[in-house]
């Protein structure tokens, strides 16, 4: 970790994505997550990245910068699927990514089991 920038304004997320971040609290990253993402190609995304980290250790945050990234580089026709384990907690994300996404063009949709749009709506970037 010693010479990582923790600054999440540091890792490519454009102004409002850091503000968003900001009001839920997160300006910077735990270290482990900024050398996480220091290895060479995982930013770029020519790299998988596989870590492990105890229960609120920070890993959705390490998942959310990847994927964010990918979806400002591709604009508003970009697609991005962020899997969670258990039906009971698409509603939690859910809820997590409009906080984050408020302000950009980028919109999620719900989706587990019956719940969620069929064909996914053109305007849904983040499944």
Avoid: C
């Amino acid at each position: 970790g010693a010479g990582h920038d923790l600054r999440l304004a540091s890792y490519g997320l454009n102004d409002q994505l850091v503000a968003n971040y900001a009001t839920l609290g997160i300006t910077a990253l735990h270290a482990w997550q900024a050398e996480a993402l220091a290895l060479d190609g995982v930013l770029e995304g020519g790299r998988a990245l596989v870590y492990v980290a105890p229960t609120s250790g920070g890993k959705s945050l390490v998942a959310e910068v990847l994927l964010l990234r990918r979806l400002l580089a591709g604009g508003a026709q970009a697609k991005a699927l962020f899997l969670v384990p258990y039906k009971a907690d698409v509603a939690q994300k859910g809820v997590r990514l409009r906080k984050l996404l408020r302000g950009t063009h980028m919109r999620v949709a719900d989706y587990a089991g019956p719940l969620g749009a069929y064909p996914v709506p053109p305007r849904a970037n983040l499944l």
